[in-house]
């Protein structure tokens, strides 16, 4: 069975957002991690996984990679 590996990408230096942006960063996040776990934290093929990296970023406001690997187990 192949998994995706998001990861989020965030540059060194960058100067972070400030209390109240952070706040409603997080509300996003925490709004993401629902659906992620609802839907079982399983992606069934390279497009959705690249869909839920896009959920990712819209909720972070960071870039996300989308990585395929494949299990060895």
């Known amino acids: 069975m192949k998994h995706h590996l998001l990861s989020v990408v965030q ?3 960058g100067t972070p957002p400030g209390p109240e942006a952070l706040a409603e960063i997080m509300r996003r ?3 993401f991690d629902d659906g992620l776990r609802a839907a079982g934290a399983r992606a069934a ?3 959705e996984a690249l869909a839920w990296g896009r959920r990712a970023a819209l909720a972070t406001t960071l870039p996300i990679e989308v990585r395929p690997f494949v299990d060895q187990h």
Do not use: I, P, Y
């Open 45 to 47: 093929d390279l497009d």
């Open 29 to 31: 996040v925490e709004a």
């Open 11 to 13: 540059r060194a230096g």
